[in-house]
């Protein structure tokens, strides 16, 4: 786990992800994910689809469909830092996913569904005393239903 050609961009890497779950690679995706790969999920039990892609407990047409309508890399510097991507599933299932990568190597990763995310980098020296977020949910809400809202400190 965790050998892959290199790429360019971290986003790249994830990008790869993204396209190796869509063609049902599971040898290129095992290849991106360090091994001992930290997943963390907020949302209802029945969204954990991601899980069940990785650990191969849902294959073929019954399988939940990641793309991406942004992807974007937030904090850190080289091949290490952060990647963020979000998306919807059908109508009602809204998706946020934070890649952490070290050395171009995916090894923590959060999942969030039907929840607004905002990315703050901490470390990042602030001016009278701002925290500044790198990224924010661009999703807009579904109609006659709310969402929680979550930061995720990086």
């Not at 290490?80 to 990763?109: K, M, N, P, Q």
């Not at 009278?128 to 977020?133: L, N, Q, S, Y």
């Amino acid at each position: 786990m965790g050998k892959h050609a290199p790429f360019k961009s971290n986003r790249e890497v994830v990008e790869s992800l993204y396209a190796s779950l869509a063609r049902g690679d599971a040898a290129a995706v095992t290849a991106l994910l360090a091994a001992d790969l930290d997943w963390w999920f907020h949302g209802p039990r029945r969204c954990q689809h991601m899980r069940l892609l990785l650990t191969g407990e849902a294959m073929g047409s019954a399988a939940f469909r990641f793309t991406p309508a942004r992807v974007a890399e937030v904090g850190g510097a080289g091949n290490d830092g952060w990647v963020v991507a979000e998306g919807w599933g059908g109508e009602h299932d809204y998706w946020v996913h934070a890649w952490c990568l070290r050395a171009g190597v995916i090894t923590s990763f959060r999942e969030y569904f039907n929840t607004s995310v905002t990315v703050r980098e901490l470390g990042r020296p602030a001016k009278e005393d701002v925290v500044w977020a790198v990224w924010e949910s661009q999703s807009p809400r579904p109609r006659g239903r709310s969402m929680p809202g979550l930061v995720l400190a990086i």
